[in-house]
């Protein structure tokens, strides 16, 4: 099956008061690279997140974006600072003592004074945040990888055309061959003639086609085109595709592609050379976003 390396996968899940949404964005890189974004106080699930991600996808760049939240009643502690409480009203006493003023003095005025109280996030418990963030991360990658599916069966459909595509011009260059040589036969048999203005010998003639021919076969090349087109298909067809795989035959195809058109010396097959590399290229550029 054929995996796109862009998709987007997104979810969100409460669970005993915690809240998590994770929202996935994925495009084409050479390796698996990962970037993430979670909060600070729950850094602790990155090696959960990473693990995961390794083991569901092989390649691409994956943005990862974590919001959590802790709705229960134990998610924040109060502390008190109780020494500088005792200082505030040992000094509230003194001054009562000297001004004679009335003692309203209760414990909720008091914590009201500046610096007396302090909120803080409670630590959280690693395993059931992990365990939460990694429910909705699967979740989320479902998602992504259901997108990615759909974006390669279209990428595998266009990339089995440009096969067919590149099959049938090889199949013209390899009918095109033989018709080479026996131009070349003709002319050279007929500019010897006008320059002799006599009989050609007919044993040079037939030397220099044969020399002709044997540089301008391009028999080996249409072989390895053919083969090289099987093996893009059943990669392409396998259960598990590889983009690296298919990015090698790519590079094989454009190769033969090379010496055919450096070896023909013909117009027409220059011409069907360069048909070939144009669809050679758009599945270079397709085949890069394979996973």
């Known amino acids: 099956m054929v995996y796109s390396m862009t998709g987007f996968g997104r979810f969100a899940l409460e669970k005993d008061g915690r809240e998590v949404t994770v929202e996935l964005k994925s495009v084409n890189h050479r390796f698996l690279d990962i970037g993430l974004r979670i909060p600070r106080h729950i850094g602790f699930i990155e090696d959960t997140v990473r693990r995961v991600l390794s083991e569901q996808l092989n390649r691409g760049h994956v943005e990862v974006s974590i919001n959590y939240k802790n709705n229960r009643s134990d998610a924040r502690k109060v502390d008190v600072d109780i020494a500088l409480l005792k200082a505030y009203i040992h000094t509230?006493?003194?001054?009562?003592?000297?001004?004679?003023?009335?003692?309203?003095?209760?414990?909720?005025?008091?914590?009201?004074?500046?610096?007396?109280?302090?909120?803080?996030?409670?630590?959280?418990?690693?395993?059931?945040?992990?365990?939460?963030?990694?429910?909705?991360?699967?979740?989320?990658?479902?998602?992504?990888?259901?997108?990615?599916?759909?974006?390669?069966?279209?990428?595998?459909?266009?990339?089995?055309?440009?096969?067919?595509?590149?099959?049938?011009?090889?199949?013209?260059?390899?009918?095109?061959?033989?018709?080479?040589?026996?131009?070349?036969?003709?002319?050279?048999?007929?500019?010897?003639?006008?320059?002799?203005?006599e009989q050609v010998d007919r044993q040079r003639l037939v030397t220099e086609v044969a020399l002709f021919a044997d540089k301008a076969s391009i028999d080996e090349e249409t072989v390895r085109l053919f083969g090289h087109l099987d093996q893009f298909r059943a990669v392409l067809n396998a259960s598990e595709c590889s983009g690296r795989k298919l990015d090698f035959i790519v590079q094989e195809l454009n190769r033969e592609l090379n010496t055919i058109g450096s070896k023909a010396n013909d117009s027409a097959i220059a011409n069907l050379v360069i048909e070939a590399k144009a669809e050679v290229e758009k599945i270079r550029e397709q085949v890069q976003n394979i996973e």
């Open 92 to 197: 509230a006493k003194a001054a009562n003592e000297q001004l004679g003023l009335e003692d309203d003095l209760t414990l909720t005025a008091a914590l009201r004074m500046p610096d007396i109280t302090s909120v803080s996030e409670s630590e959280e418990d690693k395993d059931e945040v992990n365990s939460l963030v990694k429910e909705a991360l699967l979740w989320a990658l479902t998602e992504l990888k259901r997108m990615r599916a759909e974006e390669g069966e279209r990428l595998r459909l266009d990339l089995s055309l440009r096969a067919d595509q590149i099959e049938r011009i090889t199949r013209e260059i390899a009918n095109r061959a033989p018709a080479v040589v026996e131009d070349y036969r003709a002319k050279l048999s007929a500019r010897i003639e006008e320059l002799l203005a």
